[in-house]
């Protein structure tokens, strides 16, 4: 990246002048005058797409803070805007921040802080640009990586009811389909049940580059976390041992470990820990392309289902949230019926997992699929329902029966909308 695009807009033609031979000065900048009229900076920035928008708020605070607060919030104009003022005045300062500035610059004052921040962003395109170029030139064809892999986050709101379980043998699953990429990743950097459960003994984990800067943490950093199981699983764990004294690895390292994974594998597969609403939880649901709710049919777990439904809805896209009920052959709770559980919980099921204890004890204990071990129980069967389901390949308007997915079968109303599907009914 040789030069970036810059709009300059100036209260004044004693600002517009300083303005402009100051950014002539700059070699790897390039504009086309600075304007005072704000209409005449709209129209710009509507030509030339620029990258940095500089607006002096100066003697007109608030017409200038209405400009760079409708320019941010275009996403017809995805740019950087800096805030220039006379006067470092403390309130101007924040609310040109809340409407959307990045930076807080006193003009002209300081015009080398100006070259600064100018600098400093140019050479973060610069690094983006080089970036996406070497990733275009590793990519593999299309046929066999994905231009953008897929994440499907597992989450139970309590423990115990089997979301590792799921997750590790839906990642098997969709391996199996085609021969899928899949990546397999367990966020618990404290309790990592998944190296138990695919007899895994890893070398390292995010743990192991928790401390670094985003910046510094690079693809060959990135390739040592990720091993290739003898599955054909590419596998991350949160943590080599519960003794581990790592820090937690920040949404920032997150964010760069899932965009390399999901440019690498057509789906990865998160086992995220049971803890909720905070930032860590927070990023991931909100990353996520589906979110699979794990519940099991007994009433603590459906209750810690329900206040968690009823919490994400405040800030999540619940299209999203695909209900799960795993062992739903278990009687629902002591003296309380199949019926009297729906009558309190309606929401509507994506997939039901029927319970088969042996096998999961048998599987787990050897670190080996559920359907190494038996690949024709009626388990196996609905997990790769399941990965077609989340494919998009698989009708999920009846269940294998025939009858329809929202019957009167057991269970069967127990998390059915009687609105809108996938929005839970308040009571």
């Given at each position: ?261 999901t440019l690498k594998h057509h789906f990865v597969i998160i086992d995220l820990p049971t803890h909720v609403l905070d930032p860590y939880h927070q990023y991931v649901v909100e ?29 999540l896209d619940m299209r999203k949230v695909k209900m799960v009920l795993n062992r739903y052959n278990l009687k629902a709770a002591y003296r309380m019926s199949n019926q ?88």
């Amino acid at each position: 990246m040789n030069s970036f695009k810059v709009v300059a807009v100036a209260s004044s033609e004693e600002t517009r002048l300083s303005l402009y031979n100051q950014l002539q000065a700059l070699d790897f900048i390039e504009f086309n005058g600075v304007y005072i009229e704000l209409s005449d900076a709209v129209r710009e920035c509507q030509e030339v797409g620029p990258d940095v928008i500089l607006v002096d708020l100066t003697a007109r605070e608030l017409d200038a803070g209405l400009f760079i607060q409708a320019i941010s919030m275009n996403p017809e104009t995805p740019c950087v805007i800096f805030a220039l003022h006379r006067e470092m005045d403390l309130t101007v300062f924040k609310e040109s921040i809340r409407q959307g500035a990045k930076e807080f610059i006193q003009y002209p004052e300081d015009k080398p802080g100006l070259e600064v921040a100018l600098k400093k962003h140019f050479n973060y395109l610069s690094r983006l640009s080089s970036q996406n170029l070497k990733n275009q030139a590793s990519q593999k064809s299309a046929d066999d990586v994905p231009a953008n892999g897929k994440i499907i986050a597992c989450f139970a709101s309590k423990g115990g009811v089997g979301c590792s379980t799921v997750a590790v043998n839906l990642a098997h699953e969709l391996h199996a389909l085609k021969n899928l990429s899949v990546a397999f990743v367990d966020l618990d950097q404290v309790f990592c049940n998944s190296a138990i459960m695919l007899n895994h003994k890893p070398s390292y984990s995010l743990g192991d580059i928790a401390e670094n800067d985003p910046k510094d943490v690079d693809e060959s950093m990135l390739n040592k976390i990720i091993v290739k199981h003898e599955s054909g699983l590419h596998v991350v764990v949160g943590s080599k041992s519960v003794l581990d004294d790592n820090e937690m690895i920040s949404a920032e390292l997150l964010e760069k470990a899932l965009d390399y994974l999901t440019l690498k594998h057509h789906f990865v597969i998160i086992d995220l820990p049971t803890h909720v609403l905070d930032p860590y939880h927070q990023y991931v649901v909100e990353r996520a392309d589906d979110i699979l709710l794990i519940s099991a049919p007994d009433i603590p777990s459906l209750y810690r289902t329900r206040q968690y439904l009823d919490l994400a809805q405040k800030y999540l896209d619940m299209r999203k949230v695909k209900m799960v009920l795993n062992r739903y052959n278990l009687k629902a709770a002591y003296r309380m019926s199949n019926q009297d559980v729906e009558s309190e919980f309606r929401y509507e099921i994506f997939a039901r997992l029927p319970n088969d204890w042996e096998l999961n004890v048998e599987a787990n204990s050897f670190g080996s699929s559920l359907s190494k071990v038996n690949p024709k129980s009626d388990l196996v069967k609905a997990l790769q329902k399941l990965a077609l389901q989340l494919t998009g390949k698989e009708d999920t308007s009846a269940e294998p029966n025939g009858k329809p997915a929202n019957g009167n079968g057991l269970l069967g109303k127990l998390f059915t909308a009687k609105n809108e599907p996938n929005q839970p009914k308040r009571t």
